[in-house]
């Protein structure tokens, strides 16, 4: 029962990258996942990827710029609202009574944590939030978010066009699995970033 409805899901989402619209589904994904939407956009790039391979860097450009727009929303969101949402979400990751030394470590490290974090299942809203309510340099910020977004989405993409008919085989037979393995790192992303900020 579970399985079926999987198999339709990845159905469903192979189906997406024909449509007209699927493009711009796929920055709105990229896009909110970057700033407040817990779903990665690889959920649908990997099956659309694989039904358009012809369209792999144009999807993989298509999420860099969508979420490096994304990744600016957040950080607007923790440099602005800092007194409301950033002090609520500095207490949620148990970053309050660190705040004064995860601001030094981020005066020295922040190009580092934001390029490591970028391409890791840590969710990149994290990364954008906390770079905005530590006021990271913002041109830098967004000039290390094109690199390391850019370099996650085309890894992704050249992985698929090497090894495209090899993971399309093993995701008809295997896509309820890819989803609770994605699940899976989605929130050990969080836990780690708890951990290790």
Request: proline share 5%.
């Given at each position: 029962m579970a399985g079926a409805m999987f198999q339709r899901l990845y159905q469903w989402t192979l189906s997406l990258a024909h449509h007209r619209s699927a493009p711009w589904a796929l920055a709105a994904i990229a896009f909110a996942e970057s700033s407040f939407f817990p779903i990665p956009p690889d959920v649908i790039l990997v099956p659309m990827t694989l039904s358009r391979p012809e369209r792999a860097w144009t999807y993989a450009g298509l999420c860099t710029a969508a979420s490096v727009l994304g990744g600016a929303?957040?950080?607007?969101?923790?440099?602005?609202?800092?007194?409301?949402?950033?002090?609520?979400?500095?207490?949620?990751?148990?970053?309050?009574?660190?705040?004064?030394?995860?601001?030094?470590?981020?005066?020295?490290?922040?190009?580092?944590?934001?390029?490591?974090?970028?391409?890791?299942?840590?969710?990149?809203?994290?990364?954008?939030?906390?770079?905005?309510?530590?006021?990271?340099?913002?041109?830098?910020?967004?000039?290390?978010?094109?690199?390391?977004?850019g370099g996650r989405f085309f890894i992704l993409a050249g992985l698929i066009n090497r090894f495209g008919p090899h993971l399309h085989n093993l995701l008809e037979r295997h896509f309820a699995i890819f989803i609770i393995i994605l699940l899976a790192i989605i929130g050990a992303g969080f836990v780690i970033a708890v951990r290790l900020i």
């Amino acid at each position: 029962m579970a399985g079926a409805m999987f198999q339709r899901l990845y159905q469903w989402t192979l189906s997406l990258a024909h449509h007209r619209s699927a493009p711009w589904a796929l920055a709105a994904i990229a896009f909110a996942e970057s700033s407040f939407f817990p779903i990665p956009p690889d959920v649908i790039l990997v099956p659309m990827t694989l039904s358009r391979p012809e369209r792999a860097w144009t999807y993989a450009g298509l999420c860099t710029a969508a979420s490096v727009l994304g990744g600016a929303l957040g950080y607007l969101i923790g440099a602005m609202l800092y007194d409301t949402i950033g002090q609520w979400l500095i207490a949620l990751y148990g970053y309050a009574s660190r705040i004064d030394d995860i601001r030094a470590f981020y005066a020295q490290w922040g190009w580092a944590f934001i390029l490591v974090k970028g391409l890791t299942p840590i969710p990149f809203k994290l990364v954008t939030i906390v770079s905005g309510l530590l006021g990271y340099n913002f041109p830098l910020f967004i000039a290390l978010s094109l690199i390391t977004r850019g370099g996650r989405f085309f890894i992704l993409a050249g992985l698929i066009n090497r090894f495209g008919p090899h993971l399309h085989n093993l995701l008809e037979r295997h896509f309820a699995i890819f989803i609770i393995i994605l699940l899976a790192i989605i929130g050990a992303g969080f836990v780690i970033a708890v951990r290790l900020i």
